[in-house]
């Protein structure tokens, strides 16, 4: 079982917004700096899109992590839709807690279409960390 | 899911050995062929060429595809064409979806090809769970007004506004300072003719006053811009009156600035006849140097190109020197805080070498140097200085060099030189440092008004480097001179002429459809909270009849409504719940 542990390959989904944190995706790639494969990208047009039912499906799927990006505080393309996520984090990871995940498995990050350098290590870090949590407990049950 | 039953054809790109180096095409090809919805899927060696684009319309109409998947780079640079294809072949472009395996998958996973391919895999396999969702829709259409907004008043934004203005377009010209001019006015001479800056620069200007479609607004500042594109209303501010004026298009020509070294960095305003390349270029042509000076040190790249230490240049010194020679490249790298390359100052010192030689001709010009870098004809303007006796020396650039005082008051200034190994001292009249362009302070204010993004280095950034260089994310709003990073004259006037191409073909069109990204409200659901209105950035929803609305020309798509709606009654076109929830649950459960 040891061993099992130890290949453990985390399946995380990560949200990024159209204007900074996907265009940072996308200049990690063009500087190719390398990170882990456990990583998916799903693209929204902002992070104040996101829906508090897409984080709790995925965990109730089995994601075990998800990371939301978007645009530094100031920097929103829509303004203020960054705050508007940010405000639902404080909750969700509450909920979280609740429903018996561990809260640091969501991850908020503000990510520039400049810092390629910058999304690439907080995926490495990211990684990381959820290897260290282990499998969503959502999938044992 | 979509009304008809969805037939999905896939499109795998090689990109050459871009994707194909890393990720197994064929077997995604073969993976892609046993999901469900897939009627078709094939790969390409580059699906964006004619071939590849031609084989998607042929293979839209023979498999009868009602949803089209690309995989292959990312949707910010080849979305348009890919929509294009899909219109070609009598699909809705919203029925168009890409898969991102270059920049997100192979570009980041080039060492880890078994894994890259198995990302690759679930990537593809999310984007047809979202494809199988997607719906043909109507595009909004905007009307552009034919008036354009340029702010900074320099070579770049003259430029900008006469190219427009000389096109029938309206111009309004915001420069921040008393004059026009901009760096230009302080220059003396300009490399490579060697003509006095006035040569260009007052033509320009009298063009500019002449012009009954400019109107020019000095020392004017932007101090608030609201709207989008083709409808921007801007506050511009002189002092304290304030007056809002209404375009189609913003063109940034806003420039850079000459570093100045703070005091004592290179002993800047400790020592005399120390000075920047613009304060050099000032006093020749003000003739304030009248005794011919026996020598003078340049020293490039001050404040600039204080990146990581090269092994190469410490190979050539004694093990014992190391330490101390560490010591101080990494003071310069805290204390030198710009990283990139300024491009004009190589140029702009062999200028004012050639001035000085010109005018002096015993005088010992020496030239400091980490790296020379004369781009196409300056190479000759390089021989020219050669041939005039300049000299030039290469020293270990990662070390300030040190600069001391003697006692009958001439300057010493003491480098490491990167062939011999050994300490150098330059005993000389005048030290001239070769500072380069950065960003204006404003522009991070300015930036964030315009919601443009900045690049790591502090100027404003183009929407892509090489496909897009005078665009930026935000639609009708474009970059010139060196607002983008450094440029010198031609560049600058390059990009400006190329700005003013964009922003007209904007303004000739009158019109422009926009994204159909915009909110529908639920009436049913709908229980008139106005949470929604409250929210919304950009006033695009309003209560009527206790129910709320959409203006869909307001609505920029960003889905913070959505998201906040406690009835869940407002979606997002192309961006819908069960679109985001299949992407979602196809990354996570294989059998989706």
């Known amino acids: 079982m040891q061993e099992a542990k130890a290949e453990f390959e985390p399946v995380i989904l990560a949200f990024c917004c159209n204007w900074c944190s996907y265009a ?8 190719r700096f390398e990170y882990p494969t456990n990583v998916r990208i799903i693209r929204v047009m902002c992070s104040g899109r996101m829906d508090p039912t897409f984080i709790l499906s995925a965990f109730r799927w089995g994601a075990d992590g998800v990371l939301i990006t978007g645009c530094h505080p100031g920097d929103c393309h829509y303004v203020q839709g960054n705050y508007m996520m940010e405000r639902r984090f404080g909750f969700l990871k509450e909920v979280l807690g609740h429903l018996g995940i561990e809260p640091q498995r ?6 520039s279409a400049g810092e390629g350098e910058k999304f690439a290590a907080l995926i490495r870090d990211t990684t990381q960390k959820i290897k260290e949590l282990g499998p969503n407990p959502l999938k044992a049950t | 899911m979509g009304e008809e039953e969805p037939r999905v054809g896939v499109f795998i790109c090689q990109c050459g050995v871009n994707i194909g180096g890393v990720v197994n095409v064929q077997s995604v090809v073969k993976y892609a062929k046993t999901l469900p919805n897939v009627a078709y899927a094939e790969d390409n060696i580059y699906t964006c060429s004619e071939a590849g684009l031609a084989s998607i319309k ?12 690309v995989a292959s780079c990312t949707p910010r640079t080849h979305e348009p064409l890919f929509r294009s294809a899909c219109r070609e072949a009598g699909l809705n472009h919203y029925l168009f979806e890409m898969a991102n395996i270059r920049e997100q998958c192979s570009w980041v996973h080039a060492h880890q090809a078994e894994k890259a391919t198995k990302k690759a895999k679930d990537i593809v396999r999310m984007a047809v769970a979202r494809a199988s969702w997607l719906n043909p829709q109507e595009e909004p259409e905007l009307d552009i007004k034919d008036v354009a907004l340029v702010i900074g008043g320099g070579i770049a934004g003259m430029t900008t506004a006469l190219t427009l203005a000389n096109q029938g377009f309206k111009v309004y010209l915001a420069e921040k300072e008393p004059q026009l001019g901009g760096n230009i006015r302080t220059l003396h001479k300009l490399y490579p003719t060697m003509q006095d800056s006035a040569d260009l620069l007052d033509p320009t200007i009298n063009a500019v006053n002449a012009n009954r479609n400019i109107e020019t607004l000095t020392s004017t500042m932007v101090s608030d811009v609201k709207g989008y594109v083709g409808n921007f209303k ?29 005091k004592g960095l290179y002993q800047y305003g400790v020592l005399p006849n120390i000075v920047t390349q613009l304060e050099m270029d000032g006093l020749l042509k003000n003739g304030k140097i009248k005794k011919p000076p026996e020598r003078v040190v340049m020293i490039q790249c001050v404040g600039a190109r204080k990146g990581e230490i090269r092994a190469v240049d410490l190979a050539g010194f004694p ?9 101080k490249i990494l003071k310069a790298k805290k204390e030198e805080g710009w990283p990139y390359c300024s491009k004009i100052c190589c140029m702009n010192a062999i200028k004012n070498a050639i001035l000085i030689k010109d005018k002096f001709p015993e005088t010992d010009v020496i030239i400091l140097y980490g790296d020379v870098r004369v781009y196409k004809e300056y190479e000759d303007f390089y021989s020219m200085a050669r041939e005039s006796q300049v000299k030039f020396v290469k020293h270990i650039e990662e070390v300030t060099p040190e600069i001391m005082q003697g006692p009958e008051g001439k300057l010493t200034v003491t480098a490491y030189d990167a062939l011999s190994g050994q300490e150098i001292a330059l005993p000389c009249d005048w030290v001239v440092l070769s500072t380069p362009l950065i960003p204006h302070k404003e522009e991070v204010l300015l930036a964030r008004m315009l919601k443009v993004p900045i690049s790591s280095d502090g100027f404003l950034m183009e929407a892509h480097v090489k496909l897009r260089p005078v665009d930026t994310q935000m639609d009708g709003i474009f970059l010139a001179g060196a607002a983008s990073g450094p440029k010198d004259v031609p560049e ?8 003013a191409a964009r922003a007209a073909t904007l303004m000739a069109n009158k019109k422009m459809r926009t994204e159909a990204l915009t909110s529908v409200v639920d009436e049913e659901q709908c229980i008139g909270c106005g949470l929604c209105e409250e929210i919304c950035a950009y006033g695009a929803h309003y209560l009527e009849d206790g129910k709320s609305h959409t203006i869909a020309a307001l609505c920029r798509g960003c889905g913070a409504c959505a998201a906040e709606c406690p009835r869940r009654a407002i979606g997002m076109q192309h961006y819908t719940d069960d679109q985001v929830l299949a992407q979602i649950k196809a990354g996570l459960v294989e059998e989706a």
């Open chain 1, 24 to 31: 940072g995706a996308d200049l990690a790639g063009t500087s």
């Open chain 2, 492 to 499: 600058s006037i390059v990009s400006a002429k190329a700005a």
């Open chain 2, 319 to 327: 093990k014992s020197d190391t330490a101390r020679l560490l010591a």
């Open chain 1, 106 to 111: 969501l991850r908020l990050e503000w990510i």
């Open chain 2, 58 to 69: 042929k293979a839209t109409k023979e498999h009868r595809l009602n949803r089209v998947v």
């Open chain 2, 234 to 262: 801007v506050t511009l501010a002189k002092e304290a009156e304030k007056r809002e004026v209404e375009v189609g298009v913003i063109i940034v020509a806003c420039g850079a600035m000459n570093y100045t070294p703070p």
